[in-house]
């Protein structure tokens, strides 16, 4: 009529149940730490893709130039600047846009473009942030007969085939 646990079988099962829960909370650990790393990562890569989204929309909608009017790009290592189409939420449709470092920051500087004659002042240069965090940005130029290759400056009547843009963090 001996019926239970003697007093040694039920420490030695705490014992056991003990290392299971250290082991398993080590895991959990581990676990919650690379998935903080995981929505560190990942919000710093939005934040890149929105930046390269911009830029790629930018440089897509140069002006091309007319047979009375040249095309608008100038162009250096450090600063990119071109008449460019905004996208359809902007107020104007096309502005004179200047890409590059502001600081740590890669900031994109307009002035809308207004059709005919302007009557009055001189509208405002707006300014937005695309990117923080870069240490250096770097532009280059691939010239549409492919002659000379990659190019640090941009002064040419027609725009360029390809813009290249490296940036360093």
Avoid: C, K, N
């Amino acid at each position: 009529p001996d019926a239970g646990f003697t007093l040694l079988e039920v420490l030695a099962a705490l014992v056991v149940l003990g290392f299971l829960m250290a082991g398993l909370s080590g895991g959990v650990r581990l676990g919650l730490r690379a998935w903080d790393q995981q929505e560190r990562a990942v919000a710093g890569h939005g934040d890149l893709d929105a930046a390269d989204r911009a830029v790629r929309r930018l440089i897509a909608g140069i002006y091309p130039g007319t047979p009375t009017r040249t095309s608008m790009v100038d162009g250096t290592a450090g600063r990119l600047a071109m008449v460019t189409a905004l996208p359809a939420s902007a107020p104007a449709r096309m502005a004179e846009v200047t890409l590059g470092l502001d600081g740590q920051r890669l900031v994109m500087r307009w002035t809308p473009l207004a059709p005919g004659v302007r009557l009055g002042p001189a509208p405002e240069v707006g300014e937005a942030e695309l990117l923080r965090g870069v240490s250096g940005v770097r532009f280059a130029y691939w010239p549409r007969d492919g002659r000379g290759g990659w190019r640090d400056a941009w002064d040419r009547q027609d725009p360029p085939a390809l813009i290249r843009v490296r940036l360093s963090f």
